[in-house]
Each structure stands twice: as C-alpha cells, then as structure tokens.
C-alpha cells in the first residue's frame, strides 16, 4: 500500500497539473486551429484536449509519487524489519523467562516433597513415644524422635535452600534475558529510526 510523503508539496502539485493542462491545450490549438471549420471538429477537438491534458496531468501524478514513494517504502520497510525484530527478541525473552519459571517451581515443588518425606521420618519415630509400655521404652523412643526430628529438619532446611538457589539462578536467567531482549529491541530500532533520517536527507536533497 502506498502511504504518501507528509513532506511533499501537494498544492504545488495540483498547480503543476493545471499549468500542464493550460500548456497542452494551447499547444493543441496551435496544433488544429487551421484545420477547425466546424462544429463537429470543434467539439472533436475539445474532447482530445481534456484527453491530452488528462494524460499530462497523470504522467505527472506518477512521475511525483514514483520520487516520494521510494523513501517511505524505505522507512515503512526498515520499521517493519525493526518490528519483527523486536517482537522476536521479547517471544525469546518470554520462553527463556518461562523455562526458567518452570525451573523454580521444580525446584520447589522437589523441594517440598523431600520436606514432607524428612517430616514423615520423624513423625514416624513421634508415634512410637506413644506406643511404648514401659517408662524405659518410652525414654528412648522420645529420644529416637527428637533425633529424628532434628535430622527432618536439617534435610527439609537442605532441601529449601537447594530450592531457593535454583529459584534465584531461575529468576537471574529471565532478567538477563529480558535485558538481552531489551537491548536487541533499542538497537532494532534504532537502526530503523536511522534509516528513516537517511530517507529525509535524501528526499531533501532531490
């Protein structure tokens, strides 16, 4: 689709396109006066004049928007280049950011369940307190279940902290990426915003 020039001049234009019209109808009397003796050659005459001073104005019409088209093309192109770009970096960006959520919420769901398997241990080692018959036998299951209740909780501790690095290395990954993503997207534009300056240096010189 062709998007016209905002710089061009288009009043000047349609002042070009009469001042044609006018020049070709005068050069067609020139042309045919001496040979216009009726009314049917005179108004023969007057429909080749309109076509001629159509087909001027057109000529000219073209000839203009052949100039001012090529640089839009230029810009409109290289902006559409910008924008795949940028749309490409930040789509990359996202599935970086989105594996690296994924990689989080393994990691904490892993996590929770060697806490409850650690928890489940020691709870098991709590059950037999109760269970004993004899004063003795209920010492030294109090004893078996605090040990194991402080091993549960040294391995669910372990098992959070392994899951709180991979969080923080997972939320690293998609800041970085989003930065690399930030960066293509400011230098694909940028290369755009170029060649639209370019485009008006060269239209401004013609």
Not at 185 to 203: M, R
């Amino acid at each position: 689709m062709f998007l016209p020039d905002p710089r061009f001049n288009w009043s000047r234009l349609v002042t070009l396109c009469h001042q044609i019209t006018v020049n070709a109808c005068q050069t067609f009397d020139v042309d045919t006066g001496s040979t216009d003796t009726s009314s049917a050659h005179s108004k023969e005459s007057k429909t080749m004049k309109k076509i001629v001073a159509a087909l001027a104005s057109a000529m000219l019409v073209t000839t203009v928007f052949a100039q001012t088209a090529a640089p839009t093309t230029e810009t409109g192109k290289a902006q559409m280049k910008a924008n795949s770009e940028m749309s490409e970096a930040q789509a990359t960006a996202n599935k970086k950011k989105a594996e690296a959520q994924g990689d989080a919420a393994k990691a904490q769901a892993s996590a929770n369940e060697d806490k409850a398997s650690a928890q489940a241990d020691a709870d098991k080692k709590a059950a037999k307190v109760a269970k004993a018959t004899t004063p003795e036998e209920a010492s030294d299951a109090r004893g078996d279940a605090a040990k194991a209740q402080t091993k549960a909780n040294k391995k669910k501790h372990d098992a959070q902290a392994k899951a709180d690095k991979k969080k923080h290395e997972a939320a690293k990954d998609a800041n970085v990426a989003q930065a690399k993503a930030d960066k293509e997207k400011v230098e694909a534009q940028s290369d755009a915003n170029k060649t639209a300056a370019d485009a008006k240096v060269d239209a401004a010189k013609k």
